[in-house]
């Protein structure tokens, strides 16, 4: 009897509103015991030992902005107790939080720990009903030291207010970092007095790319733009974060990404063939990757960036300086007298060891001055290798792995500390949606799932290894964010997914768990004007081929008690369409479309999937060679299941060889006629897809002996190139598609001298 009373007041627990934490981060543990807790009770905070008048004036204000409380100082009936004690909440930034129907006691390992407790509080007294607080306990502690969100300042500037509010909302997420990236081609943002010429032409540039950076050709504003942070504005924002608990790590960009401070110091470029400076430079009008770089043959370039890191070092107190390090092309180095004459005296094999001398260089001035480097993972590249252990960065030197896990889990065999931030994952310059309605973005898809979704550490790395693994990072790349407004929609909520993943127990994250929890932080995001995209409930599908070689649509809504409605005849959906309850099987080329609704109302935007259905849908495909990396589909017959792949390039559609030359054969499973042949290429050099040079589609009735049918060499779209291949009706089972791959990318091009990917799409036969 006493257990099953047990379980029935348990189960009559879990039944009661707030029975589960509507906190973001999930925290290691949440209790809902007896009771609640009146705000409006709430008349008093005093503190134990330890805790200081500014933490004391912190919570006030805290308090007051979030519920219109002002509690003064003194002790009272219902109090909010403030202490810090190491015994109660034993791991750093760490607290202990209990709520009851007479009062709340914080308690933080440390200040952090008591300030993270804060925003704790603050979060669920946004989700007080009528005032009302449920009691309950709390016990909480980060799984990772290092939690960061990055924001480029230099494509486009953000105001102070709206940087100090950025700060604000990665406190509220307990956020410890913020990876404030200063310099690049596009702009110089931070006053460096000693070099007064980067404020007076660095910092500008004379118009912006109105636009894709994909469109041809290019369009531009015709406005001069730039600014950049005074050391006195630096300064406040420094202080702002500290009270905060966040550590801004400052980015000055090295040896590529220089044009802006080239174009002040038109000196510490390289040479040209001919021996003459090089130039003119000018701050770049438009995003990419470019040739001139600083020279690393000239200790000019030396002394410059060194008198820069005395006054980023003067100014901030991180004990991390981020020297980027990444995209930097070697052109301008092979053709520099002065860089060949270093090569030669430093006795480096090449251009590659030679930015390693370079990362090399200023990783030891920096250590000099009792601070450390944090570099893209291109500073990483071969220095296992390297000819001399001088080339070798210092133990204290950490890698920040973009291009994916690998460099993160080099750095950590070489025993390095690594922060992942993998561009697959966490970057937020990507869309975040499907809709062709969502505003312009950078380049593929990330939604807010896939976030989720992404485990810092390595399967593949042992326990031992692990350790060296110190966090992750979210990335936010400005091209494409031109306003606050635009910023808050990319980040948010994608960076309170990435706040999970940093601060909660691996087995404490649960998807459905955290939207539940999301959309009781809505009203609070409200308040604080956050203009977070909202569309995290809306309609996603899955196209899959069925045993029998028919097309199956799957459309899924994580909002609870929902209802979809469809229709496949090209109308709008409404509350008397058709409801679905299981996978739409698509015989025909059709469009369907479709609609969430609740409550009689419709809920986000119209759904709406295109499918071609042809004779080679749903039939067997063969690809030789093997698709690769990120272009490899789940199954061969995502190439053949009626949907084309789209300009947001990483959705599965897509089938990608890399420097290699593709053949597709298609079997249609019996001989028939066939008139028609077509696919997709996608052509987009900016991120190293190029057309193939010959295109080729032949036909055959037994599988050996093929007809060629067509040919095609010229693919003249900046995108997706439609090909459709008409030709005297045939017999035919078997279809094949030669493609042939550029090969090297050449030079001036993005990624010059890598292998180029040819990517294909959806064939269709009829």
């Not at 000693?194 to 041809?216: C, D, F, M, N, V």
């Not at 980027?324 to 092309?329: K, Q, R, T, V």
């Not at 790349?477 to 929609?489: G, I, L, R, V």
């Not at 050449?746 to 890598?754: I, M, V």
Request: proline share 6%; with cysteine; glycine share 8%.
């Amino acid at each position: 009897m006493p257990i099953r009373l047990t379980i029935l007041l348990l189960l009559l627990n879990l039944g009661k509103p707030f029975a589960q934490s509507g906190l973001i981060p999930e925290p290691v543990s949440y209790r809902q015991t007896s009771g609640d807790l009146r705000l409006n009770q709430l008349t008093g905070i005093v503190s134990g030992a330890g805790v200081s008048n500014q933490f004391i004036g912190l919570a006030q204000a805290q308090i007051r902005a979030s519920t219109g409380l002002t509690l003064p100082t003194k002790k009272t009936k219902s109090t909010l107790f403030l202490s810090i004690d190491s015994i109660t909440s034993k791991q750093p930034e760490g607290y202990a939080l209990q709520i009851t129907p007479q009062g709340i006691r914080l308690t933080g390992h440390d200040e952090a720990g008591l300030f993270y407790g804060l925003q704790s509080l603050t979060q669920l007294f946004s989700q007080a009903t009528s005032g009302i607080v449920p009691a309950c306990e709390v016990t909480d502690y980060p799984r990772f030291s290092y939690r960061g969100m990055h924001l480029d300042v230099s494509r486009h500037q953000f105001p102070i207010p709206f940087i100090k509010k950025y700060i604000d909302l990665l406190a509220l997420y307990k956020f410890n970092t913020f990876h404030w990236h200063l310099t690049d081609d596009q702009g110089w943002r931070i006053e460096i007095k000693r070099y007064p010429a980067l404020q007076q032409k660095a910092a500008y540039r004379s118009e912006t790319l109105i636009g894709h950076k994909k469109e041809l050709p290019h369009r531009f504003d015709g406005k001069r733009y730039g600014g950049y942070y005074t050391q006195a504005e630096v300064k406040d924002i420094i202080q702002y974060a500290t009270q905060r608990h966040i550590t801004i790590i400052p980015e000055i960009e090295m040896p590529g990404h220089a044009l802006a401070a080239l174009s002040a110091y038109p000196e510490l470029g390289c040479l040209k063939p001919n021996g003459q400076p090089g130039g003119p430079y000018q701050a770049a009008t438009f995003w990419g990757i470019f040739d001139d770089v600083f020279c690393a043959g000239n200790d000019s370039t030396f002394t410059f960036l060194e008198g820069v890191l005395d006054e980023v070092v003067a100014l901030f107190p991180s004990k991390y300086i981020h020297i980027g390090g990444d995209e930097c092309p070697k052109t301008r180095w092979k053709t520099c007298t002065r860089c060949q004459a270093r090569i030669q005296r430093e006795h480096l094999k090449n251009e590659e060891e030679l930015q390693r001398y370079f990362v090399r260089r200023m990783d030891m001035y920096l250590t000099k001055k009792g601070r450390h480097i944090i570099g893209w993972d291109e500073i990483l590249e071969g220095t296992e290798h390297a000819s001399s252990p001088s080339l070798r960065m210092s133990p204290e030197a950490i890698v920040m792995s973009w291009r994916g896990i690998q460099g993160g889990i080099e750095a950590i065999r070489q025993k390095h500390n690594a922060i992942m931030t993998p561009e697959s994952h966490v970057y937020f310059d990507y869309y975040q949606s499907l809709y062709p309605e969502e505003p312009l973005a950078a380049a593929g898809y990330t939604p807010l799932s896939k976030v989720y979704a992404y485990e810092p550490i390595p399967a593949e790395l042992r326990p031992d290894e692990a350790v060296y693994l110190k966090g992750v990072q979210g990335t936010a790349w400005s091209e494409y964010m031109d306003s606050p407004e635009k910023a808050e929609y990319m980040v948010f909520p994608r960076a309170m997914a990435v706040a999970e993943i940093a601060w909660s127990p691996r087995d404490n994250r649960n998807y459905a768990d955290f939207l539940r929890r999301l959309r009781q932080q809505e009203t609070l995001l409200k308040q604080r004007n956050v203009n977070y995209a909202n569309r995290f409930d809306e309609l996603t599908d899955t196209v899959s081929v069925n045993a029998a070689g028919g097309v199956d649509l799957k459309l899924s809504t994580t909002l609870p008690d929902a209802t979809v409605r469809y229709t496949t005849d090209g109308t709008t959906p409404t509350l008397t369409s058709a409801v679905y309850s299981k996978p739409l099987s698509i015989a025909q080329t059709s469009t369907v479309k479709a609609a969430v609704f609740r409550d009689s109302k419709q809920q986000g935007r119209l759904f709406q999937k295109a499918f071609t259905i042809s004779k080679a849908t749903g039939k067997p495909v063969t690809f030789t060679p093997e698709p690769m990396g990120g272009y490899r589909p789940a199954s061969p017959l995502v190439a053949v299941n009626g949907v084309a792949g789209t300009s947001r390039y990483n959705t599965g559609e897509w089938i990608g060889f890399q420097g290699k030359d593709a053949e597709v054969i298609i079997d249609l499973q019996a001989t028939q006629t066939v008139s028609s042949i077509g696919t997709h290429i996608l052509n987009y050099h900016w991120q190293r897809m190029w057309a193939p040079q010959m295109l080729q589609m032949a036909v055959s009735e037994d599988g050996k002996t093929f007809r060629e049918v067509y040919q095609q060499t010229q693919f003249p779209v900046n995108g997706i190139n439609p090909v459709r291949a008409t030709f005297s009706p045939v017999q035919a089972r078997y279809v094949r598609i030669r493609a042939t791959n550029k090969g090297v990318i050449p030079a001036n091009e993005y990624g010059a001298g890598g292998k180029a990917w040819l990517l294909l799409d959806e064939f269709r036969v009829d």
